[in-house]
């Protein structure tokens, strides 16, 4: 029997159960009641009717497809897309809400802001691991400033002194290493009264936005791997602690006036509009990954919003008002405040590096992975029934070249010779959709690679799967993206040397074999040579 079919039939006979009691206890609290009439065992027959109104809904969720929702687990997603399932607060297969369009209102009203935040510190800078969720929080788009309203003089006092509401919209580690702190990347909202909002906006347009929104600032969007681990990761991991990933989220750049380093901007500034080029093909192909809407920058999409809802004489002092707005990425990226300098170092006996960042995100890994399947219209739980190695040979002419490793076609030839498998090798996935870069990687069980941004596609290995990583000497330590491959829970990591590109191909292939195995002993298929 399947475990959808066992669950239906155990609820059905606890309800039965339950019913059998409840008659039972009817009919005998007839006859026991006290001196002044009231039945003994009443209390108790109504916590059984609770009891079973409770199951029988549980029991009309599973004839109907739905899962009862478990907050620690990951997310179900075996159902098909027209049947509704939860997790995580996440409704993964029915239609996205219809949020209300904008709507536009003259004078704010009785508006009030709340918040929730997690994770900052007492330390000088500790706007830069808070993250928050605010409620009805608006912008004044003239000015380019965040209001808070907040309930009275005392609470604003409060808020403005504790500096509870502030962020950082960038991620923080090897990225603000690079470069200084940037003051610029705080977002902290100015805390005003009712009072004082009703004097300030009583006369002026209000657009409100009921769609979550998402501020932040990205960093080095040109390159595959770091969009996905500094930007739609984070934002994952701040909607999703909130229970609030929607499809049609809105994610907002808010660009710092002092270019920060590596940024697209910077990247455009010093080393050309080609730089600027390759960011926008990532943000048109990846940012589907995420949401139904396209990336915008905060500036340029108020004033669109201005001047496609709000008359033109009412233009002057509009504000937006954000249902709900998240920011915070400050330590939510893959690197947190990355003492490991993005995996190149491991440390020593005498000098040990320790690494946190990822340790108990597991959860989080795995469900950004099913997420985003899910947004390009694949199955999440993707688990291939023939093996496949994928083989990345980075293309000689590759701008960092000297990460090149050699002799991955002989390889090849091996692995099909010995191994009776099918292997892939491709050098670049230029003009190919992502939809088919991630379902590639899906499909394949082990993933040969060297390192850098195109070994993060095997974040989409299925579970069971193996990675396996070649990195030439000479151009990086053999460790390099240690500090999020080894914390992924899916697959299993081996790290491989290269001297002048050259690896020892017996050791691959040791890895190779013990791989499909691992794959063919957790999924029922045969194992090879």
């Avoid at 599973?62 to 478990?70: D, K, T, W």
């Avoid at 100015?190 to 936005?209: M, P, W």
């Avoid at 080095?220 to 969009?227: M, V």
């Avoid at 020892?504 to 794959?519: I, K, P």
Wanted: aromatic share 8%; glycine share 6%.
């Amino acid at each position: 029997m399947k475990p959808a079919a066992l669950s239906i039939s155990v609820l059905a006979a606890v309800v039965m159960l339950l019913l059998s009691a409840s008659v039972h206890m009817n009919s005998q609290a007839a006859r026991r009641t006290t001196p002044r009439g009231n039945d003994l065992s009443a209390d108790l027959i109504e916590s059984q009717k609770e009891q079973i109104r409770r199951l029988t809904e549980q029991l009309s969720s599973l004839q109907h497809g739905a899962v009862v929702s478990h907050p620690d687990r990951e997310f179900d997603v075996s159902r098909s897309r027209s049947g509704p399932t939860t997790g995580m607060g996440i409704d993964w297969h029915s239609p996205p809400k219809d949020h209300p369009a904008p709507k536009v209102v003259v004078g704010l009203g009785e508006v009030e802001s709340t918040h929730t935040c997690y994770g900052r510190t007492y330390n000088k800078d500790y706007w830069i691991e808070n993250t928050c969720m605010y409620h009805n929080m608006l912008y004044d788009v003239s000015k380019d400033e965040f209001v808070y309203v907040a309930h009275s003089e005392a609470t604003a006092k409060k808020l403005r002194d504790s500096g509870d509401l502030v962020v950082s919209t960038y991620p923080q580690g090897f990225s603000a290493r690079v470069g200084p702190v940037l003051e610029e990347g705080k977002l902290a909202p100015t805390v005003i009264t009712r009072e004082e909002a009703k004097s300030r906006f009583g006369d002026k347009a209000v657009v409100e936005l009921s769609n979550v929104h998402t501020i932040y600032e990205s960093y080095n969007a040109e390159n595959f791997g770091h969009f996905l681990t500094d930007e739609l990761y984070p934002a994952f991991s701040a909607l999703s602690s909130f229970d609030r990933v929607e499809p049609d989220v809105q994610l907002l750049r808010r660009p710092t006036k002092t270019k920060w380093r590596y940024s697209c901007d910077w990247q455009v500034a010093n080393w050309g509009e080609g730089q600027g080029k390759k960011c926008d093909l990532n943000y048109e192909m990846l940012t589907p990954l995420m949401s139904t809407n396209p990336v915008d920058k905060l500036r340029e999409y108020s004033t669109s919003l201005l001047k496609k809802h709000v008359p033109a004489d009412k233009q002057a002092g509009a504000v937006l008002q954000f249902r709900v707005a998240v920011s915070g990425f400050g330590m939510l990226a893959d690197h947190c405040d990355d003492p490991t300098t993005h995996g190149r170092r491991i440390g020593s006996d005498t000098q040990p590096v320790h690494h946190n960042c990822n340790r108990g995100r597991q959860l989080q890994l795995i469900n950004f992975k099913k997420w985003t399947m899910h947004m390009i219209g694949l199955d999440p739980n993707l688990q291939p029934k023939k093996q496949r190695v994928l083989i990345w040979d980075r293309a000689a002419s590759d701008y960092k070249a000297n990460r090149k490793v050699k002799g991955l076609p002989e390889l090849k030839a091996r692995i099909e010779k010995e191994l009776k498998v099918e292997v892939m090798l491709y050098e670049q996935w230029l003009g190919k959709p992502a939809k088919y870069q991630l379902e590639t990687m899906a499909m394949s069980t082990v993933f040969v690679t060297g390192v850098g941004s195109g070994s993060h596609i095997g974040w989409y290995l299925p579970r069971g799967g193996t990675m396996v990583r070649v990195c030439n000497q000479n151009a990086e330590p053999t460790h390099m993206e240690w500090h999020i491959m080894n914390y992924m829970p899916h697959f299993q990591v081996e790290y491989v040397e290269a001297n002048q590109g050259l690896f020892d191909q017996e050791e691959v292939m040791a890895y190779v074999t013990a791989g499909l195995n691992r794959y063919a002993l957790e999924n029922n298929l045969p194992l090879v040579a």
